[in-house]
Nanobody, 113 residues
Framework: VQLQASGGGLVQSGGSLILSCAPS????????MAWYRQAPGKQRELVAL???????EYVPSVKGRFTISRDNAKNTVYLRMNSLQPEDTAVYFC????????WGQGTEVTVSS
């Protein structure tokens, strides 16, 4: 299973982006999924998760600004990011909550001040 994350880009501080994540070349069904990010020189960290009952959790730094969602019909997980700040700059990845799948290439988000 290869998870494809997309939607990143360059945005000014205060701007918004919507990231998407879907499996490619597989019948894998996304259920309990999470978004992670890795900033330059830092470890990969969990940002948000959604379980199979659509309960969601967020790290404090993004709570109120980011929203994770899942579209079962499209087999896609999204991360809507509002009020982006320079400290949100990172490569964003999706994976299961338990990080059980191979990591994809991620999608790069750069927030300029």
């Amino acid at each position: 299973v290869q998870l494809q994350a997309s939607g990143g880009g360059l945005v000014q501080s205060g701007g918004s982006l919507i990231l998407s994540c879907a499996p490619s070349g597989s019948r894998y069904r996304v259920r309990s999924m999470a978004w992670y990010r890795q900033a330059p020189g830092k470890q990969r960290e969990l940002v948000a998760l959604i379980d199979d009952r659509t309960n969601t959790e967020y790290v404090p730094s993004v709570k109120g600004r980011f929203t994770i969602s899942r579209d079962n019909a499209k087999n896609t997980v999204y991360l809507r990011m509002n009020s982006l700040q320079p400290e949100d700059t990172a490569v964003y990845f999706c994976n299961t909550i338990t990080r059980s799948l191979p990591w994809g290439q991620g999608t790069e988000v750069t927030v300029s001040s």
